[in-house]
């Protein structure tokens, strides 16, 4: 007597017929077989444009993933499966995609250091344009590193409490017109142009002062109304992330919601937050034209007083050096030099900035070990 048997499958009788698992076993690449094709393809498309003599970096990239994405998906649909075969492709071509948004940021760090660091050194950072003629080669950008710390400064000391404030309305009390109001108008000074905050701050220092009264103080409020409504939105996308089961089982022990807000909301969020704030600095430290016209462009000293003459900045700097670079005989040579340096050194800065919005968060996020 012969006995039968029928392929297992799961699932309820109504669910349709099943596949047996050993029917979606089938061959696999090997882990190698990725990178190594991508090497080999490489190979070959070089060779090919060598002997075109029509060889060219962008050529090249382009075509290996090109080859690339060609060679892996036939060898997974033939060795493989369909599915697989589809789910390389879309890998490879997420991962080009990748690459390609990364080559301006490369290509810009790499000619900012390559160009910034023939004048980059200690004397560059810790000197000033205190007397210094064009035709010297000589000055550093100090003065101009000592204003954008003290414009910036001032500008997070006004920026982060409103924005943050205003972040917590929205989230935890906002309702009805006054909130929908608050979001609009937000939303509308998120994309309003940077002259723009520069000439409404022209505008209300000459109200109050009167005309040509330029400082420091006036270039930290135009920055301020750039950076309000970035930390507002970024802010509030954080809170909305805290989870509500954390608030409701502060309410039920009988914790107070402000309460709730210091000492559950916030440290909670603190590293998004902080990454937000971030952000917003990193988005105002290089704005040029709010600066040039409420901070100045002549100022060549070290001012430290935010309330008191002009007052110097890096992305200033890098514009006045510019327009020196037109110069005849060595003036432009030297100018050429100092905005580059003076451009390394605001891209440092940046990433200083970020480098300590990281510790930041890390050290002050709630610690979720038991």
């Known amino acids: 007597m012969t006995t039968t048997t029928t392929p297992t499958s799961t699932g309820s009788p109504g669910d349709g017929p099943k596949l047996d698992s050993a029917a979606l076993l089938t061959g696999s690449l090997p882990r190698f077989f990725a990178p190594a094709l991508l090497v080999v393809s490489a190979a ?26 060609v060679a892996i998906t036939v060898s997974s649909a033939v060795i493989e499966n369909r599915r697989k075969a589809a789910d390389r492709l879309v890998t490879g071509i997420v991962y080009c995609c990748f690459a390609v948004a990364m080559v301006p940021l490369v290509s810009l760090l790499y000619t900012v250091a390559v160009y910034g660091m023939r004048r980059f050194d200690g004397y560059f950072l810790t000197v000033s344009m205190n007397g210094v003629i064009p035709s010297m080669d000589a000055g550093g950008v100090y003065h101009a590193i000592v204003g954008t710390l003290a414009i910036t400064g001032m500008a997070a000391v006004i920026s ?15 309702k ?17 142009p940077s002259i723009v905050a520069g000439l409404f ?59 709730t807000i210091v000492k559950v909301v916030l440290p909670t969020a ?31 000293r070290i001012n430290g007083n935010l309330f008191e003459g002009q007052m110097m900045s890096l992305p200033v700097f890098i514009y006045q050096q510019v327009r020196a670079m037109g110069s005849s005989g060595d003036a432009g040579v030297y100018a050429e030099e100092r905005a ?10 940046v990433m200083l900035l970020f480098l300590a919005a990281r510790l930041i968060s890390r050290f002050f996020a709630p610690k979720l070990g038991r």
Do not use: C
């Open 44 to 69: 070959v498309v070089a060779a090919a444009l060598y002997a075109l003599g029509s060889f060219h970096p962008a050529s090249l990239a382009v075509l290996t993933a090109l080859l690339y994405l």
């Open 270 to 300: 603190i590293a998004g937050i902080t990454t937000g704030i971030m952000l917003a600095l990193a988005r105002v430290i290089g704005e040029t034209a709010p600066l040039i016209l409420t901070a100045g462009i002549a100022s060549t």
């Open 176 to 192: 009805g017109r006054l909130k929908q109001a608050i979001t609009f108008f937000v939303d509308v000074m998120t994309g309003i």
């Open 201 to 259: 701050v022209v505008a209300l220092w000459m109200m109050l002062f009167g005309p040509g009264k330029t400082n420091g103080a006036a270039g930290a409020i135009s920055l301020s109304v750039l950076m309000i409504p970035v930390v507002v939105r970024s802010s509030e996308e954080m809170l909305r992330l805290v989870p509500n089961e954390l608030r409701e089982a502060a309410y039920a022990l009988g914790v107070p919601k402000w309460l």
């Open 160 to 174: 982060v409490p409103i924005g943050l404030m205003t972040a917590i309305y929205l989230v935890e009390y906002g």
């Open 340 to 349: 580059w340096a003076a451009a390394l050194t605001l891209i440092l800065l």
